[in-house]
C-alpha cells in the first residue's frame, strides 16, 4: 500500500529525520562488524522489532490523544494466559483466539471508561490496571506458564509469506491499516483533534468520550495481538510475560518523534522507533558489549530523541 | 489626573530598532514619559507596542537605540536588569501561581527568611503594607487562585510596587474587568501616579483612554506617528492615525426587522444562575446581550448550545422544540456558537485551518468512515475567501495565524456546518481594530442572509452599534429590552447595574 | 538536517566507544569465539560463573562473550540474545535457560545453524526438545534436586525434628527452583514433626522476598525455619525477619553460597546453605566448549559436587 503521496509525506515530514537517524546506526554497525548486514541478521532483526512494534500502535493512538497506557504489558501476559486456559480447556484455537484478543479489548476499554467516566487521570487508570490485570493472569494461571500450543497458533510465528517471517508481514500489515486509519479516516482526525485541543474537538460536536474508550481499546487489542505471537513464538504463555513492554513502547513511540502532550505524530515513527530500539540491542549484542552498557545505550537515545523533538519545537513556534 | 509636579522625564526612549527574520518591529521609535503620568500607547495588532514594552522589560534585545531612565542609560539586558533599573510589568495574562497565597506571591522569589526559614510574619505584614497603599483589603494568606481577576490583578500591581516599580506597564489590564473594577483599577492607578510612578497603559478601549490618560502616543506599523495630550485629542482622529483609514465605530444600522422566528427560548433556568429566561430571534436578526460580567449571558449561550444542563425550559427552533444534550445536537439544529475563549475552545492551534474548519462537519464530508480530502480542501478554501482570511494556503497551522485570522477560521467552522443561528461570545476580543471592522461586516452579511445573530459582549460601543434590539441581563434574568433607536450607553448600564 | 545529525552522532558515539573492543575479536583471527548466556548478570552466582568461564577462555585461548537479560523471568530477551549470537557465528553456546521449555526454539536454531548448545545449571526439557527434534551437546550443572534435599535434611537437624517453616519458591516453570522444591519437600514429608505452613514464589528476587517474607510473617508469626530456592531471596527474607525482631528464632537457609550469605552464616545471622559452586560449573562449560571445538566427545551429563555450608 505505498503510493507516491505516502512517501512524499515521510520525506517531507518530521519521520524523515528519525529514519534518517536508524540509517546512521546502521552504517555504523555495517561498518563495526561483519555479522550486521546480513540477511539472516536483518531478518532476525526486524522479527525481534515485531513485540515493541505492534504494541506501539496503541500506545501512538493513546498519546496522540495526550493520555498514556501503562497497562500494555500485564495485557500481554493477561491476554496469552487467556488464550493458553481456553486451549487447556478443549476449546478450539479460533475461540481461544478470540477470547484472548477480547480479554485486551474489554480491558483496554475499561481503561477508558475509568479515564472518561471516571474522570482518572490515564496515568492512575492505566497503573491501576496494570496491576489488576498482572494478577488476574497470575490467578488465572496460578502462577504457572502454560505450555504446548498448538501448530496451527504456532505458525504465527514459524511461518513465512513469500520468504518473509509472518510476524513481520503481520507487523507491516497492521501499520500499513494504522497508518490508513489515521491520515484518512475521520475516526483518525479526531484522534489529531482531541490532541490537539479536546474542549475545542468537544465543542465542535465531536463525541470525544466515546473516542478516548475506543482508542484505549484499541491499545488493548494490540496488547492482544502481541501476546499472541510471543505466545507462538515461545510456545509458552507466562503469565509474567511482558513486563516493562509499556516502557518499551512509549520508548518507541517518543523516539519516533510523536509527542507527549498529544496532537502531533505519526505511526510510521513509532515503526522507525521500533526498529531503532531492535537495531541498537542487536548490535550491541553482536559486538559483545555489556549487557549493563546496553541499557545506558538505550536510555541515551530516548532523552536524545525528546531533546532533539523539544529543540525543533521551539525552534518552529519562534518562527511563527 | 493632569501631574501637579514638573515634568521630569522618567523615562526617554530614542530611536528604538528591533527587527525579526523577515519582518522589522520597530524602525526608530522614540518615547518619553513622563513622571506621574499615564502615557497611553496606542496601536493595532503588530503596530510594536508590544515588541517595545517586550524591550523595555527586558524580554527582548534591541538592536539599536538608547533608553535613558532617570537620566541614566541603561542596558536592560534582562529581565531582572529592567527590574533593577525599576520597570515593572503586569501583563494581559497574569503571571502568578495560583495555588500559593497573595503573600507568597507578592514576595515571589524574594521571600523574607530568618535562620534559613521562611519567615510568614514578616511576609503577611509586607504584603499587607503594600495592599494597603493600593487601598485593597485582600487576606495575605488568601489562595490565589481562588480570587477574582481584578483581585489578582491587585496582587500582580503589588507585586511589581514591592519591586519599586517606578515604571509601571500596564498591557489591556481592563480587558477582563467589570465597569466597576475598572473604576477601581483607575483609582489605584491615579494613587500610584500622584506618588510619581509613571504608568504605560496599552489599550485599545477609547473610553478609557479619554478617561484615564494624560497623554498619547499611536504606533503604526512600527513607527512613531503621534504624541498628543488627551485633551482635546478627537476619537475619529485617533482612530484614523492607527488604521490609516476612516473607520466609523458606530457601525450603522443592523437589518430591518422582520424575519421569522428562528429561536425561541423558553422558560430556561438553571439554579440561580439562569432564571426563567425568555426571548426570541429572527431571522436576520442580530440581538445583543448586554450585562455585567456573571449576569449570566455566556451561561444562555452554553445551555443552548448543550454545553451545559438546565433544570426547567424549552428551546425551539423554527417553531419545533429541540432536544439539545451535546454540541452535536446544538449543530444539527443549526446552532454555532463562537466562544470566549478562542484559544482555549476555539481552535486546535497545530492543525491546519482546512482540518479546523471541517471538523464539525467531518463526518459529512467523509464517505464510509474516509475523509473526502477533495471536498474538504473546497470547503475550507470557500471559507477563506468568502471570510477573506489572511493566509498562504488552507494548509497553514492555525496557531500561526494572527488574533484576527483565528477568528475568522472560527466563525467559518460554524458557518460550514449550515448554522442558522450563531452565538458569539465577545467575539473581538484582543483583536485589533482593522479585523474587527472586518468582523463586524461580516456579522452584517450574515445577518443579511437570514442568519439570526446574539451577540454576547461587554464593550457597550459594540453592542449599541451592531444590535437591532438589546437584551440586558443582570443576575441570571433578563431585566431589560431596548430597540436599536432607544439603546444608549446610558440607560443600557444603568439597566444592567440595577441603578 | 534536523533530528538525525544529533541522533546519528549520539549513536554513532557510543558504537565508536566500543568499536576497540570488537575490533580485537575480529583482528585475532586465530581466536575462536564462544558465547556463555546467563540468566541475568544481577546475581552473584552468574557473576561467578562468568569470573571462572573468563579464566578458562583466557588460559585456553579462547574469545569468550557473556550476555544475559535484566531479569531472570525475561525468556523473550534472552531469547533474542541467543539469535544474535548465533548471528555472530559464535563457536559453541554455553545456556543458562530462563525458560526450560520456552528456550527449545532457540537450541532449535542454534543446532539449524550447527553450534553445539552446553546447558549449564539449568536444564532445557528434555520432553520439549525430543518433540522439537534438537539436541544439547551436554548439561553441567549440579543436581539441585539433590541440594534442596540437603537443605532439608540439615533443617531437620537443626530444628530438632520440629518446626513451622516458611519456603520461598523461585521463578514458577524454573526447572533449577523446581527441582530443588522438589528435593526439600521430599525432606520434609520424611519428617513428621515438620510443618510446611507457607510456601510462596518470590522470583528469585531480593525485594520481592522481603515484601513476600513480611507477608508471612503476619499470617505466621510462629514460623522457626525458613528455606529460599536461592540466597537472593534467602538474603531478602532475613532482612524481613529481622525487622520483625524474629531474628533468634527463625534459621533461615538458602542456596548458593553466594559471599554475602556466607557472611551471614559467619555471623550467625543465616543458618546455612548449599554451595554449588558456579566457579567451577563456568570452568567446566568453557573446557567442555573447547573440547568439542576440537572435535572431541563428551558425556552428556557433568555433575558438579554440591555441599553443605554451615
Redesign the interface.
Known amino acids: 500500500m505505498v503510493t507516491r503521496t505516502h512517501w512524499r509525506h515521510v520525506v517531507a515530514g518530521r519521520e524523515a529525520g528519525t529514519l534518517l537517524g536508524l540509517a546512521a546506526l546502521c552504517l555504523g554497525l555495517w561498518i563495526a562488524t561483519p555479522f550486521f548486514a546480513t540477511a539472516a541478521n536483518l531478518a532476525n532483526v526486524a522479527e525481534q522489532s515485531v513485540i515493541v512494534g505492534v504494541i506501539g500502535i496503541g500506545m501512538t493512538c493513546v498519546i496522540l490523544i495526550g493520555g498514556i497506557d501503562l497497562s500494555v504489558g500485564s495485557l500481554v501476559g493477561l491476554a496469552g494466559v487467556v488464550v493458553g486456559t481456553a486451549l487447556q480447556r478443549g476449546m478450539p484455537v479460533a475461540i481461544a483466539v478470540l477470547l484472548g484478543l477480547a480479554a485486551g479489548v474489554v480491558a483496554g476499554a475499561l481503561n477508558g471508561v475509568m479515564i472518561t467516566a471516571g474522570r482518572l487521570p490515564p496515568f492512575i487508570a492505566t497503573l491501576g490496571m496494570m496491576s489488576v490485570a498482572r494478577g488476574a493472569a497470575l490467578l488465572l494461571s496460578d502462577g504457572r506458564p502454560i505450555s504446548g500450543f498448538p501448530d496451527s497458533l504456532r505458525l504465527l510465528a514459524t511461518g513465512r509469506v513469500f520468504g518473509i517471517p509472518a510476524p513481520v508481514v503481520l507487523m507491516l500489515s497492521l501499520y500499513a491499516i494504522a497508518y490508513f486509519v489515521l491520515t484518512r479516516t475521520v475516526f483518525g482526525r479526531y484522534l489529531y483533534a482531541i490532541g490537539g485541543n479536546e474542549e475545542a474537538t468537544a465543542l465542535a460536536g465531536v463525541n470525544v468520550r466515546q473516542q478516548k474508550v475506543v482508542t484505549y481499546a484499541l491499545s488493548g487489542l494490540s496488547a492482544a495481538i502481541c501476546a499472541l505471537l510471543l505466545v507462538a513464538r515461545l510456545n509458552s504463555a507466562q503469565p509474567v510475560a511482558g513486563i516493562g513492554y509499556e516502557l518499551d513502547a512509549i520508548a518507541a513511540v517518543v523516539i519516533g518523534g510523536t509527542s507527549l502532550l498529544g496532537g502531533s505524530g505519526s505511526v510510521i515513527g513509532t515503526l522507525i522507533g521500533a526498529l531503532i530500539m531492535s537495531v541498537l540491542r542487536n548490535g550491541l549484542n553482536l559486538l559483545g558489549v555489556s549487557s549493563y552498557l546496553q541499557q545506558v545505550a538505550i536510555g541515551v537515545v530516548i532523552i536524545a530523541a525528546v531533546l532533539i523533538d523539544m529543540a525543533l519545537r521551539r525552534r518552529v513556534h519562534r518562527s511563527t | 489626573m493632569t501631574p501637579q509636579q514638573p515634568a521630569d522625564i522618567a523615562l526617554q526612549m530614542s530611536g528604538i530598532h528591533k527587527g525579526f527574520p523577515g519582518v522589522v518591529a520597530l524602525a526608530g521609535v522614540d518615547l518619553d514619559v513622563r513622571q506621574g503620568e499615564v502615557h497611553v500607547l496606542l496601536g493595532e495588532n503588530g503596530a510594536g507596542k508590544s515588541t517595545l514594552m517586550k524591550i523595555l522589560s527586558g524580554a527582548v534585545a534591541r538592536d539599536a537605540g538608547e533608553i535613558r531612565i532617570d537620566g541614566q542609560r541603561v542596558a536592560l539586558a534582562t529581565p531582572r536588569a529592567a527590574r533593577e533599573a525599576g520597570v515593572g510589568i503586569i501583563h494581559q495574562e497574569l503571571a502568578l501561581v495560583p495555588a500559593m497565597t497573595v503573600a507568597e506571591n507578592v514576595l515571589l522569589g524574594r521571600a523574607p527568611t530568618r535562620f534559613g526559614m521562611i519567615d510568614g510574619a514578616r511576609m503577611r505584614r509586607e504584603t499587607v503594607a503594600l495592599l494597603q497603599q493600593l487601598g485593597a483589603t485582600l487576606d495575605p494568606d488568601a489562595i490565589t487562585g481562588t480570587l477574582g481577576i481584578a483581585q489578582q490583578q491587585l496582587v500582580e500591581i503589588a507585586r511589581a510596587l514591592s519591586l519599586n516599580a517606578r515604571i509601571l506597564i500596564m498591557d489591556e489590564p481592563t480587558s477582563a474587568l467589570t465597569e466597576r473594577e475598572s473604576a477601581r483599577l483607575f483609582d489605584v492607578i491615579r494613587g500610584l501616579t500622584a506618588r510619581g510612578t509613571a504608568v504605560i497603559y496599552i489599550s485599545h478601549r477609547l473610553d478609557e483612554i479619554f478617561a484615564i490618560g494624560d497623554r498619547i502616543t499611536v504606533l503604526r506599523d512600527g513607527r512613531h506617528v503621534a504624541t498628543q495630550a488627551v485633551q482635546g485629542a478627537d476619537r475619529r482622529e485617533l482612530v484614523r492615525l492607527m488604521a490609516d483609514r476612516e473607520v466609523d465605530e458606530r457601525i450603522g444600522g443592523g437589518l430591518r426587522n422582520g424575519g421569522a422566528p428562528v429561536l425561541h427560548v423558553d422558560g430556561l433556568t438553571h439554579g440561580t444562575r439562569l432564571r426563567n429566561v425568555s426571548f426570541t430571534v429572527h431571522a436576520g436578526e442580530i440581538v445583543g446581550f448586554a450585562g455585567l460580567i456573571g449576569a449570566g449571558r455566556t451561561e444562555i449561550a452554553r445551555a443552548v448550545f448543550g454545553l451545559e444542563p438546565f433544570d426547567h425550559g424549552r428551546i425551539l427552533v423554527d417553531g419545533a422544540e429541540v432536544r439539545i444534550r451535546s454540541p452535536r445536537d446544538a449543530i444539527a439544529a443549526g446552532i454555532g456558537f463562537v466562544t470566549e475563549d478562542r484559544k482555549r475552545e476555539g481552535f486546535v492551534p497545530g492543525r491546519s485551518i482546512r482540518d479546523n474548519v471541517a471538523l464539525p462537519i467531518l463526518a459529512r464530508l467523509a464517505w464510509m468512515g474516509f475523509v473526502d480530502r477533495a471536498r474538504e480542501t473546497a470547503t475550507a478554501e470557500t471559507a477563506v475567501r468568502d471570510l477573506r482570511i489572511r493566509t498562504r494556503s488552507v494548509q497553514q497551522a492555525v496557531r500561526t495565524l494572527s488574533g484576527g485570522n483565528q477568528q475568522k477560521v472560527v466563525l467559518a467552522r460554524w458557518l460550514a456546518t449550515g448554522a442558522r443561528i450563531l452565538f458569539l461570545d465577545e467575539p473581538t476580543r484582543g483583536i485589533d481594530v482593522g479585523s474587527r471592522q472586518e468582523i463586524y461586516q461580516l456579522m452584517r452579511a450574515l445577518a443579511a442572509d437570514g442568519v439570526a445573530i446574539i451577540l454576547m459582549s461587554s464593550e457597550l460601543p459594540e453592542v449599541l452599534g451592531l444590535a437591532d434590539r438589546v437584551l440586558v441581563m443582570r443576575e441570571g434574568a433578563i431585566v431589560g429590552e431596548f430597540s436599536r433607536d432607544d439603546a444608549t450607553a446610558g440607560n443600557v448600564m444603568a439597566c444592567a447595574v440595577g441603578a | 538536517?534536523?533530528?538525525?545529525t544529533?541522533?546519528?552522532l549520539?549513536?554513532?558515539a557510543?558504537?565508536?566507544s566500543?568499536?576497540p573492543?570488537?575490533r580485537r575479536?575480529?583482528d585475532a583471527a586465530a581466536k575462536p569465539t564462544v558465547a556463555l548466556v546467563v540468566k541475568t548478570?544481577n546475581n552473584q552466582f552468574f557473576i561467578d560463573m562468568e569470573a571462572g568461564a573468563k579464566a578458562a577462555a583466557d588460559s585456553l585461548g579462547l574469545e569468550l562473550?557473556v550476555?544475559?537479560?535484566?531479569?531472570e523471568?525475561?525468556?523473550?530477551r534472552q531469547?533474542?540474545?541467543v539469535?544474535?549470537?548465533i548471528?555472530?557465528?559464535v563457536k559453541v553456546l554455553m545456556l543458562v535457560p530462563n525458560?526450560s521449555?520456552?528456550i527449545?526454539?532457540a537450541v532449535v536454531k542454534a543446532n539449524a545453524a550447527k553450534i553445539p548448545v552446553v546447558t549449564v545449571d539449568t536444564r532445557v526439557d528434555a520432553a520439549?526438545l525430543a518433540a522439537a527434534g534438537a539436541t544439547v551437546a551436554t548439561f553441567i550443572g549440579s543436581d539441585n534436586e539433590d541440594g534442596g534435599h540437603m537443605a532439608g535434611l540439615f533443617l531437620v537437624e537443626r530444628t530438632g525434628g520440629m518446626a513451622k517453616v516458611a519456603v520461598l519458591e523461585g521463578?514458577?516453570?524454573h526447572e533449577t527452583a523446581d527441582a530443588r522444591l522438589r528435593g526439600f519437600r521430599k525432606a520434609m514429608a520424611a519428617a513428621p514433626g515438620m510443618q510446611v505452613v507457607a510456601s510462596q514464589?518470590a522470583?528469585m528476587e531480593r525485594d520481592q522476598a522481603f515484601n513476600v517474607t513480611q507477608n508471612i510473617l503476619q499470617a505466621h508469626p510462629d514460623i522457626t525455619a525458613l528455606f529460599a530456592c536461592n540466597d537472593v531471596m534467602a538474603l531478602g527474607a532475613l532482612e524481613a525477619i529481622a525487622a520483625a525482631g524474629k531474628g533468634a528464632a527463625v534459621s533461615i537457609i538458602g542456596f548458593d553460597a553466594q559471599d554475602d550469605a556466607r557472611k551471614a552464616i559467619t555471623e550467625k545471622r543465616m543458618a546455612g546453605t548449599i554451595a554449588q559452586n558456579p566457579r567451577e560449573m563456568g570452568r567446566l562449560a568453557v573446557i567442555t566448549a573447547h573440547r568439542l571445538l576440537k572435535g572431541e566427545t563428551v558425556a552428556a551429563e557433568q555433575p558438579v559436587a554440591i555441599s553443605l555450608v554451615k
Open positions: 538536517m534536523r533530528t538525525p544529533w541522533l546519528a549520539s549513536a554513532l557510543i558504537l565508536a566500543t568499536v573492543a570488537c575479536g575480529t548478570l562473550i550476555q544475559a537479560p535484566e531479569r523471568i525475561d525468556v523473550e531469547m533474542q540474545i539469535e544474535n549470537l548471528q555472530r557465528q525458560g521449555k520456552e527449545v526454539p520439549t521463578v514458577p516453570g514464589p522470583n
